[in-house]
Every structure is written in C-alpha cells, then in structure tokens.
C-alpha cells in the first residue's frame, strides 16, 4: 500500500504588482502558509520611507516592498525570529484598495514629502519615525548653517 504525497496548494493565486505602487497607495499584504493558514497585514500606506500601518511616529514600523512581496526574504525572516520554524510562505496577494490621483493636491503633497525624505537622507538626517515637520525643520536649520558659513 502506498500513500500520495499531500502537496500544498496556496489559499490564493501569487500576485504582485510589477512596479511597487506610488506614495499615497493603501494596500493589504495575504500570505498563505504551506500548512494551509493565512496571514494578513491588514491596511498599510506607502509613504516616501515605505510602508506603514501607524501614520503615529511612536509606532512608525515602516517595511519596504521587498520585505513585503519577496517570499524568500519573508521566510528567511520568519528562520531569523524563530530558529527551526516549520512555517513557509508559498504566496502573496497585494490588494490595492486606494491609489492616490496621477495629479492634483494629493499627489502633489505626497511627491513634496518624497523629495523632503530623500533630501533629508541624502544630507544624513535620520527619517525612520520622524514626522514631516521634523524634517522640514532640521534641512531649514542645515539651509540656515550653510548660508552662515
């Protein structure tokens, strides 16, 4: 008597989009295990340093797309915290549930608060949790000490 090898069949189809979404989208992050279980990021927003679930900077935990979508990185993680874990991600599902406008007050709110992350950490400002107002203060300050000098 022989027994079939059981295969794991993912929850859901793998799907990710090509190009990480632009600043301002809202997506959920599933994840089937190939125990059959899920799991679920709930709403996260792409902000310029990544994505987040807390718009607080007390609970600012910002991941990036990689982290998020690539299964390898994602399992390799899951080994790291938990040594001998059982558990494998086999896919992911991105579900976009808002996209910001191509154009228009908030796409343009959200390209200015890109270009001050990327100006700040270009100029060696720490970004991870600071508010936008912290940062446009901190380059004023550097504008400020470079036009005294």
């Known amino acids: ?46 902000g310029a340093g990544g994505w987040s679930d807390s718009v607080n900077p007390q609970r600012h935990n910002t991941r990036s797309w990689e982290v998020l979508t690539d299964l390898s990185v994602r399992n390799s993680d899951i080994q790291k915290r938990n040594p001998g874990s059982t558990a494998v991600l086999t896919s992911v599902q991105v579900r976009i549930h808002a996209a910001p406008p191509a154009d228009g007050p908030g796409a343009r709110l959200a390209q200015l608060e890109e270009a001050i992350i990327t100006a700040a950490e270009r ?10 107002a912290e940062l446009v203060s901190a380059l004023e300050n550097l504008v400020v000490i470079a036009r005294s000098a």
């Open 123 to 132: 100029l060696g400002i720490r970004t991870e949790g600071a508010s936008h």
């Open 1 to 46: 008597m022989t027994t079939e090898t059981a295969t794991a069949k993912p929850m859901f189809d793998h799907f990710v989009p090509e190009q990480e979404p632009p600043v301002g989208t809202v997506a959920s992050f599933h994840y089937s295990f190939a125990s059959g279980g899920g799991s679920s990021t709930g709403f996260m927003m792409r």
